[in-house]
């Protein structure tokens, strides 16, 4: 499955930007969707899944009530809504999928995922 991930750049502190990840797989819509992160100097961190049929999401913390992933199964595209954007949210976004033997499962593991994206760069100017 290749992933390419769009929609990173430059916002200010209080704004908005809208990630999107086109899949080439076929059946888009057997997999679950993440979203993952890599600030500079630190590790991968989860931040937002997506079920198989789109019913069920998960966030991290840091990012819940600011951040929204959706699907779009018949385009094999998932987007992430950010608003709110503060610094820490400064980092490279990485679109994930993984097979979900079951369509209600939310996955939040990068060890669940078999297929990355290149990554694309979000800058949060303060």
């Known amino acids: 499955v290749q992933l390419q991930a769009s929609g990173g750049g430059l916002v200010q ?5 809208r990630l999107s990840c086109a899949a080439s797989r076929r059946t888009f ?3 679950g969707m993440a979203w993952f992160r890599q600030a500079p100097g630190k590790e991968r961190e989860f ?15 840091s990012v819940k009530g600011r ?9 094999s595209t998932v987007a992430l809504q950010m608003d709110s954007l503060n610094s820490e949210d400064t980092a490279v976004y990485y679109c994930a999928s993984g097979y979900a033997r079951r369509p209600e499962v939310v996955k939040v593991s990068p060890n669940e995922y078999q ?3 290149l990554g694309t760069l979000v800058t949060v100017s303060s």
């Open 115 to 117: 297929s990355w994206g």
């Open 47 to 61: 931040v937002a899944a997506i079920s198989r049929n789109g019913y069920n999401t998960h966030y991290a913390d």
């Open 29 to 31: 819509n057997m997999d």
């Open 13 to 17: 502190a209080g704004g908005s930007l």
């Open 67 to 75: 951040f929204t992933i959706s699907r779009n199964n018949a385009k």
